[in-house]
């Protein structure tokens, strides 16, 4: 039989393991940043972009009162509302805080839907928003472990 003792200083590894676990939370944060300012930001541009949409906009129909903005901007108010905050460690949210938002995202009895968020009605985001988020971590992944 033979056998080898290999007697290894490993402070260094032991000092790069203890700060691993507050490391992950720092770039998860950084990456549910990252995804709200992407998400709000494609709403964003929703608005002018009808690529962006997740679905057509109906058209508007005639009325006495029509001023000549574009749909769903007569001030920009609820363009520029929207917004997103973290919420825990693990969750970002994204939404607008006018009343009206739900309204045009999801349509009423008396109005068709006009969604400028990236996601269906169901609650499903779009394929495009799903591979940017995806991206978007996969990203972070990659960036943490480059630092090892």
Same mark, same amino acid.
């Given at each position: /039989?033979? *056998?080898?003792?290999?007697?290894?200083?490993?402070?260094?590894?032991?000092?790069?393991?203890?700060?691993?676990?507050a490391r992950i939370a720092a770039a998860k944060?950084?990456?549910?940043?990252?995804?709200?300012?992407?998400? &709000?930001?494609?709403?964003?541009?929703?608005?002018?972009? &009808? *690529?962006?949409?997740?679905?057509?906009?109906?058209?508007?129909?005639?009325?006495?009162?029509?001023?000549?903005?574009?749909?769903?901007?007569?001030?920009?108010?609820?363009?520029?509302?929207?917004?997103?905050?973290? *919420?825990?460690?693990d969750t970002v949210v994204v939404g607008a805080? /006018?009343?009206? &938002?739900?309204?045009?995202?999801?349509?009423?009895?008396?109005?068709?839907?006009?969604?400028?968020?990236?996601? *269906?009605?169901?609650?499903?985001?779009?394929?495009? /928003?799903?591979?940017?988020?995806?991206?978007?971590? @996969?990203?972070?992944?990659? @960036? @943490?472990?480059g630092k090892l």
């Amino acid at each position: /039989m033979i *056998s080898v003792t290999i007697d290894l200083d490993t402070s260094r590894f032991d000092r790069m393991m203890s700060d691993f676990p507050a490391r992950i939370a720092a770039a998860k944060r950084r990456a549910l940043a990252d995804i709200g300012t992407a998400v &709000a930001s494609r709403a964003q541009l929703a608005f002018r972009t &009808a *690529s962006l949409r997740p679905a057509p906009w109906a058209p508007r129909k005639a009325s006495k009162r029509d001023d000549g903005h574009p749909l769903l901007i007569r001030s920009g108010n609820l363009r520029q509302s929207i917004s997103w905050r973290l *919420s825990g460690s693990d969750t970002v949210v994204v939404g607008a805080p /006018m009343k009206y &938002a739900a309204y045009h995202q999801l349509g009423t009895k008396k109005m068709p839907a006009r969604p400028f968020f990236p996601f *269906s009605r169901s609650g499903q985001l779009t394929p495009a /928003m799903d591979r940017k988020i995806k991206g978007i971590l @996969e990203r972070a992944c990659r @960036e @943490e472990l480059g630092k090892l």
